[in-house]
């Protein structure tokens, strides 16, 4: 391929708006441009990136067993109400506003639900399966703020996989080697990456794990053990519980009281107003639980009051787990206020006068004479112990668990006696063991050996196609620009021929050009009748892997020179010697494009 002939508007300014590497040098080295806000145009280089990480992960899901097929991007809106996600995706959820049938689809930001619905037409016996069949897709994601170029969009590039299976054991089997499939393709893509347990959010299911690239541009946060052995994304991540003796009602506790605490309407203002720690204040959250069906409970909401130490955060995913069936939310200010909580101000001893259940965190039940809130405006208490201040049927029937957030400096769960640390990450992948929730939902079933109806056991694997651009990028970059592993770069190798108006310099460059690309090796020949160093910032800016000088002064030494953009010392070798010497370091990179 020539530059001349070629489509690279590379940009010598960064542009005011990228923050992230990934962004200022996917603009900079003409890989994409912003459509509008979350959406991207991919230009030649960055597509060319694309299409060779399908190509990596279709060969890797080819010989995991799994099937490919294209579904639609319009989705019938009915499918996601029998499972629940309309409500559960809210604004996430893309629809079109219009007539009859425009309000009747959504635009997929996954693919639970048709694929679901393919099965369950298509699938009615046990010898059937397992199946394994996935795509790569356009989803669409309403994102509030899409930022950090193609990281965060509204439009991006996924491949999703969905398993079917009719034993828990076959899950396990195919979810296993489908993680080893993920590490294999992220490995074959170049990417530092890092398996982490994870909370399986809006899609659901039993367990998942997520891939992880560490960098500062990343938005998600990794929990990590000293050492590696342990890691999970902060929604997940738990920490050794140290079980605290429960005290006896003690001459120790202070008295407690009633003290003004005006227009301190957080912790920090709190603890600077009565001059105490985070760590000695009760954080008590008001919640509701609604029972998934309606006549459960007769229908009724329940109450949860949530307590934390004041220095720790609710992770509702750990709440949601020890409160049962039924969706978690926030209390509803009107449901609180009826109830007797004035929220903002609310102490765990207001539970001893409303019905609800009481949740409390292992830590903050260890605390003693603590501060905490009044259940009055304006108004905190200090001295509260649950010994004395808590109703002992109350307090008996507590629940007593980990429901807070972890922090730097907890220990691992793992017993291994490490302190967890936070890195900051980008999500690349992540597989769910989805159950049979959305089976079950669209009552998608089959024959089993005796013939009776089962639902099928799911399984969920998805990979973001522009996340592994953006993330090789902020893995692989310096001061100059990008540095393309070998298997993802868009081109292989890079001739710059200087002097282009001397014919035995293009002659040669040529030559090179045309034997490397006979043997399979992507190649971009620098033809352009510019300035050596405008030639070299470009190349270092693009970051194709391998380069080629040709130029008069070498080649009347019978040599060309050959850098490595990864660095090392620059080689004078004879142009045979290159080719060879090129050959051998490309090697098992492919997929070629050429």
């Known amino acids: 391929m020539l530059w001349t002939k070629y489509f690279i508007p590379t940009v010598k300014e960064t542009p005011s708006d990228a923050v992230v590497p990934s962004h200022q040098l996917g603009i900079r080295a003409g890989l994409f441009r912003q459509v509008a806000a979350g959406s991207y145009t991919y230009l030649p280089l960055g597509y060319r ?35 629940g996600r309309v409500e559960a995706m809210g604004d996430v959820l893309l629809g079109i506003r219009g007539n009859d049938w425009q309000a009747n689809v959504v635009l997929g930001p996954t693919h639970e639900e048709v694929i679901t619905d393919l099965v369950r037409a298509s699938i009615n016996s046990y010898k059937q399966l397992p199946v394994n069949l996935y795509q790569i897709q356009t989803k669409f994601r309403g994102e509030e703020r899409p930022k950090s170029g193609v990281l965060r969009t509204r439009e991006f590039l996924m491949k999703d996989a969905y398993s079917f299976h009719a034993s828990l054991e076959c899950l396990d089997e195919t979810y296993q080697r489908m993680y080893a499939t993920y590490c294999r393709i992220f490995g074959r893509c170049g990417l530092p990456f890092l398996a982490v347990e994870a909370e ?100 009724k909401v329940r109450l949860v009051i949530a307590c934390v130490r004041g220095d720790h955060e609710v992770n509702e995913n750990k709440l949601q787990k020890l409160c049962g069936p039924g969706k978690l939310d926030l209390c509803d200010p009107t449901l609180a206020a009826e109830a007797g909580f004035t929220i903002g101000y609310v102490g765990p001893h207001q539970a001893n006068e409303v019905e609800c259940t009481l949740v409390i965190d292992s830590d903050a039940r260890s605390v003693a004479n603590a501060v905490t809130g009044a259940n009055r405006p304006d108004y905190h208490v200090r001295g509260f112990n649950w010994a004395r201040d808590m109703a002992a049927e109350r307090i008996s029937q507590a629940l007593v668990g980990d429901i807070r957030n972890v922090a730097e400096g907890d220990l691992a769960p793992d017993g291994s006696g490490c302190r967890l640390t936070f890195r900051k990450a980008i999500e690349i ?59 993802i770069a868009p081109f292989h190798v890079l001739i710059v021929a200087l002097d282009v108006r001397d014919e035995q310099v293009m002659a040669t460059a040529r030559q090179l050009h045309d034997v490397l690309t006979e ?76």
């Open 429 to 487: 992948g992540h597989v769910f063991k989805l159950g049979c929730k959305y089976s079950e939902a669209l009552s998608a079933t089959y024959l089993d050996e005796s013939g009776k109806a089962r639902p099928f056991i799911m399984g969920c694997y998805g990979i973001g196609l522009n996340r592994i651009l953006a993330a090789a990028i902020e893995a692989h970059h310096d001061a100059d620009g990008i540095r393309w592993p070998l298997s």
């Open 49 to 83: 990136v694309l299409r060779k990480i399908e190509s990596i992960i279709r060969e890797e899901l080819a010989a995991a067993g799994a099937i490919e097929l294209h579904m639609p991007a319009m989705h019938p809106r009915s499918l996601w109400e029998q499972t």
């Open 200 to 299: 399986a959010g809006p899609i659901g299911g039993d367990a998942s794990h997520e891939f992880m690239v560490l960098t500062d541009a990343g938005e998600d946060i990794v929990a990590i053990a000293e050492g590696g052995k342990y890691a999970a994304n902060i929604e997940k991540a738990a920490r050794q519980i140290i079980r605290h003796t429960i005290e006896p009602k003690s001459a120790m506790f202070d008295s407690i009281e009633m003290v003004h605490t005006p227009d301190c309407k957080s912790i920090e203002d709190v603890c600077s107003f009565l001059k105490v720690e985070p760590a000695a204040m009760l954080k008590t959250m008001v919640y509701q639980v609604t029972p998934p069906d309606e006549s459960e409970q007769g229908g």
């Open 519 to 594: 043997r399979g090796i992507d190649v971009l020949l620098d033809d352009r009748d510019s300035r050596a160093g405008v030639k070299f910032k470009d190349a270092d800016l693009i970051g194709i892997p391998i380069r080629v000088t040709v130029g008069k002064k070498t080649l009347a030494e019978g040599q060309v020179e050959l850098k490595m953009r990864t660095g090392g010392e620059l080689e004078k070798i004879a142009p045979d010697a290159a080719i060879a010497e090129i050959a051998e370091r490309v090697g098992a990179s492919r997929p070629s494009l050429t």
